[in-house]
């Protein structure tokens, strides 16, 4: 390692004094000379030698190599000026120098009316510098000395201001001037949408607000730029937020870095700036990043789109996106924002035609996405607990007394009424019904215990309670804001038919073994069993024929965690089937004598009982399967639409 250390050591002794043979000959190669040392992108290898020389080019008359060298220890300090403050500071310290601010105006041809006294490096981008000049409230854009040899990115600088600069839009920089190597536009004073996202997300209960507004802007920004030219790479490093936003006052979203991507198509950057950009990058634009120039603006339209819906899901994230790490937060969105994910996972399908496939192919598209998440936003900013009154009031008051996770509960029953959802009034039935068990268990054991009674009657009654309270949790935890009515299918109609009947049908053998016949429990229990075993075997065939559809329509076969899931779903069914089939058995065992221990198995059973209460029907257990039975409605409901949408094109074009 020490050779090599001494090896580039002596080569740049070697370079640097040549450069400072040719300033003090004033020779005429000294500027093509400079030229190359500044393109090299292994120059920075020369730091160290070249501050050590500094002094003595300060000595020198000639300024074009002094304002050179101190362009170059600006450029390497400027490239670690993001992370770093002192990096930061110290690449000012460079530009302070005049001739320093000579050399970048001359050499990259700055227009006379913005060389000003003061530049200030505001921050780095993969192909750029971006420098603030204070006295016109502008920004000084300049490539980096590496990438002007590269045709594609000079040319796109010259034309930005041509290309777009057709009009003032709304929420983007004003483009004042461009040249083969620099753009003057706008100072915006803000911070990237990432550095605003790393604050809000300390502070989660006033992330939906921002985000609504954040989504709202990019919307209008969008649907703008659609009619014209589209942006080609959204990203949260290329949205600003406005100071006046992170000091609390109304929103102000900015869209910078129109055009083509260079990290993509150029590869350019670093490999992490380049896997950093890719997790926003449509599949499409991964595939063939030599066509991003050629794409139809339908294509390109659609590229945005995809880039749109994972900065949405970047920002309910709660912290950043990996590309490894997509398939879990959308799993994660779903159990916690439903509404919202099913939108974001039709933003971003892989495949481009599937995308958003039911609006309109222009920039109206933007607006549909805006009407549809703003929405879903507002009904999850209203998602509070309320106080409630009245009857409903004393019931919540028991269910609270006898339930777990209530707050789970109550957050789906919030839901379905802000949707306005016809589950709402199945689950105030369900509630309802499992009040009058509560009374009636309690009042009926009072009495039982005032009688003498307790000991011939407890087990019948004490199975029909704890199965009272795994019924109501299985349904309103997991089911209770399922909807197949999307589904114009037979599996569909009937696994809708029997997730309503679950809401109340448990009450009724419940309330026999409990009022009328507390020894016929167990007959009770086999009868219980077959809509919970009806259920499940539906919900499990719409599982399975929702990863049909799925494969058939978007080309995706279903990922690996999914399909574990549907094999441990379809056990559901299976169980209870074998539940049922087990009790009516011990009730005949317990009818005609055959066995007497009633007490040891209404024990178990009410065991059993809690156990399904605690790890079955609450807690993550439920969550996972409500949100997989809600994400498989979703999509089969959506690839049925697809179809029903391809049909009608071909109608349409043929």
Not at 344 to 368: M, T
Not at 536 to 545: G, H, I, M, S, T
Request: hydrophobic letters at 40%; aromatic letters at 12%.
């Amino acid at each position: 390692m020490s050779v090599m250390s001494n090896h580039v050591s002596a080569d740049a002794s070697s370079t640097i004094e040549s450069l400072l043979e040719l300033g003090k000959r004033n020779s005429e190669n000294l500027k093509v000379e400079l030229e190359k040392f500044l393109r090299d992108p292994y120059a920075f290898r020369f730091e160290r030698k070249v501050e050590s020389y500094y002094e003595q080019i300060e000595s020198m008359s000639n300024p074009l190599i002094r304002g050179a060298f101190g362009f170059f220890l600006f450029a390497v300090a400027a490239e670690q000026a993001n992370s770093s403050k002192e990096k930061s500071e110290k690449a000012n310290k460079y530009l302070e120098r005049e001739e320093v601010r000579d050399f970048v105006f001359e050499n990259y041809g700055v227009p006379d009316e913005y060389r000003k006294d003061t530049l200030v490096l505001h921050r780095t981008g993969t192909t750029s510098y971006i420098l603030h000049i204070p006295d016109k409230e502008a920004v000084l854009k300049i490539i980096k000395y590496r990438y002007l040899y590269n045709q594609t990115i000079t040319n796109d600088t010259r034309d930005y201001k041509k290309r777009f600069n057709k009009g003032f839009f709304r929420n983007t920089a004003r483009i004042y001037e461009t040249g083969e190597r620099f753009i003057i536009m706008d100072f915006i004073d803000g911070v990237t949408l990432r550095q605003h996202l790393n604050k809000l997300w300390r502070k989660p209960e006033s992330a939906i607000g921002s985000i609504r507004e954040v989504v709202s802007d990019l919307c209008l920004i969008l649907g703008d730029y659609a009619r014209e030219g589209i942006h080609h790479d959204v990203s949260p490093e290329n949205i600003l937020i406005g100071n006046d936003v992170v000091a609390g006052k109304p929103e102000k979203i900015y869209l910078i870095d129109f055009g083509y991507n260079y990290l993509l198509g150029e590869r350019v950057g670093s490999s992490s700036d380049l896997l950093g950009a890719q997790i926003y990058l449509a599949p499409e634009l991964l595939q063939s990043p030599s066509e991003l120039v050629r794409l139809s603006p339908e294509a390109r339209l659609l590229a945005d789109v995809y880039s749109l819906g994972m900065i949405i899901l970047e920002m309910l994230s709660q912290h950043g996106l990996s590309s490894h790490k997509r398939d879990e937060e959308m799993d994660r969105l779903r159990a916690n924002y439903f509404g919202l994910g099913v939108i974001i996972e039709e933003l971003v399908e892989e495949k481009p035609d599937a995308r958003f496939f039911d609006a309109n192919r222009d920039s109206s598209i933007y607006e549909r996405i805006h009407d549809r998440i703003d929405t879903e936003l507002q009904i999850y900013a209203q998602m509070s607990l309320k106080e409630e009154k009245g009857f409903l009031a004393v019931v919540l008051v028991l269910f609270d007394a006898i339930s777990l996770s209530t707050d789970v509960i109550r957050k789906n029953l919030e839901e379905l009424r802000l949707r306005g959802r016809v589950g709402l009034r199945w689950s105030a039935v369900t509630q309802l019904l499992q009040s009058i068990i509560v009374l009636a268990f309690g009042t009926l054991v009072f009495e039982d215990f005032r009688k003498g009674t307790w000991f011939d009657n407890m087990p019948g009654r004490l199975v029909a309670f704890s199965l009272a309270l795994v019924a109501t949790k299985y349904y309103l935890n997991i089911y209770s804001t399922l909807s197949t009515n999307a589904i114009p299918t037979r599996i569909a109609r009937r696994a809708g038919f029997w997730l309503r009947v679950g809401s109340f049908y448990f009450a009724v053998p419940i309330l026999y073994a409990l009022v009328i016949d507390p020894k016929a429990w167990p007959f009770c229990v086999a009868i219980g069993s077959i809509v919970p075993t009806a259920n499940n075997y539906f919900c499990y065939r719409l599982l399975v024929e929702s990863g049909k559809e799925v494969k058939n329509e978007f080309g995706r076969d279903t990922p690996k965690p999914v399909e574990d899931f549907v094999a441990d779903y379809k056990s559901w069914y299976e169980l209870f089937a074998w539940f049922g089939t087990g009790f009516l058995i011990i009730g005949l065992l317990l009818r005609y004598g055959i066995v007497k221990d009633e007490w040891v198995y209404a024990i178990v059973t009410a065991v059993l009982s809690l156990k399904m209460l605690m790890y079955n029907c609450s807690g993550p257990a439920a969550a996972r399967v409500r949100y997989e039975l809600e994400r498989a409605i979703a999509a089969y409901s959506r690839a049925l639409r697809y179809h029903d949408h391809k049909t009608l094109q071909k109608k349409t074009t043929g």
